[in-house]
């Protein structure tokens, strides 16, 4: 069996490293960034009209939740709580596919993807982090100005983690390099693969026409704000039940959509754990396809929640 690698930044509970040079984003890759943020937003606001009127269909709705989940997951399970925190350890063959189904999300390459959430947590809501949205300070302007930075803006940063210092287990992976470097192919797949199975189980060009535009543009759309919602909200507001360095909350109303993402206070107070919603009430879907794996044989030494662990961490009144 084939184990994990250690992630670099194990430990970021830690004091904050010292940063390394960092590497700069081509223009071509800002111009392809805003087309991939932008087209898929107007997708999203239009959807509503559009499905008021006509072009909505159970094939267009199927496919939108199967690439939904299928990618959403691949963004939480895998390139979140396996490959940048490395919460449990997985079979080759898991592995490559957790890496693949991240890639279909569109959030970026894996190991691009890993070394920025690695130095998030590395710098949490203080200098250096990428995407903290108290970066201009505490006013009502400031905080406005910061959420959009953190929601959004900050992928437009020319300046870029460097993947050598952040993340070089996985640039060590000749198995995770050759998916990061098929990021445009497995782009292209997210997008073109609804509409391709649109037109098959409709078999009309129309099917595949509306199959794209749910599944594809507004299924990207809606994951890509969640994911962001994270990174923004979640850092901004919501209950902070437990001890952590930064200001990471508990978003209850996003825990559906982001896969229990959004029980984002636990994750920073014990960044490693395999499960984020701890307390009782809590859903969280990623946790319990972890535990799935697990109890196939595909995954193993996973790093479930220790109570004496929790509690420690847990806020006294």
Not at 34 to 52: K, N
Not at 119 to 147: C, I, N
């Amino acid at each position: 069996m084939t184990t994990t690698s250690t992630p670099a930044s194990e430990g970021t509970q830690r004091g904050a490293p010292a940063e390394a040079p960092m590497e700069s984003k081509r223009r071509g890759e800002q111009v392809t960034l805003g087309i991939f943020i932008a087209v898929p937003f107007l997708a999203l606001i239009l959807a509503i009209p559009f499905a008021w009127g006509w072009g909505l269909t159970w094939v267009d709705l199927g496919l939108a939740l199967v690439f939904y989940v299928v990618s959403g997951l691949g963004i939480t399970v895998g390139y979140h709580r396996y490959f940048t925190h490395g919460s449990f350890k997985a079979k080759r063959a898991l592995r490559v596919a957790l890496a693949i189904a991240g890639s279909l999300a569109i959030e970026g390459p894996v190991i691009r993807w890993v070394a920025d959430h690695r130095r998030h947590h590395a710098f949490s809501d203080r200098e250096g982090d990428p995407h903290s949205p108290w970066r201009y300070g505490e006013t009502v302007p400031a905080l406005m100005k910061g959420l959009w930075w953190a929601h959004v803006g900050w992928l437009f940063d020319i300046e870029q983690t460097p993947r050598t210092k952040y993340a070089p287990d996985l640039i060590a992976d000749p198995d995770i390099t050759t998916v990061d470097k098929a990021f445009p192919a497995l782009v292209l797949t997210s997008l073109l693969g609804p509409a391709v199975l649109g037109g098959l189980l409709t078999w009309s060009l129309w099917g595949a026409v509306t199959a794209f535009f749910w599944a594809s543009l507004v299924r990207v759309a809606l994951l890509h704000h969640v994911t962001w919602s994270i990174n923004s909200i979640c850092h901004a507001m919501g209950e902070r039940p437990f001890a952590s360095r930064d200001r990471s909350g508990n978003v209850w109303w996003l825990a559906i959509l982001s896969f229990g993402e959004s029980w984002h206070n636990l994750h920073h107070a014990d960044p490693t754990c395999a499960r984020h919603g701890v307390d009782p009430g809590q859903v969280d879907i990623s946790a319990r396809v972890i535990w799935a794996f697990e109890r196939l044989g595909w995954a193993w030494d996973v790093r479930w929640p220790k109570e004496k662990r929790i509690e420690a961490r847990r806020m006294t009144a």
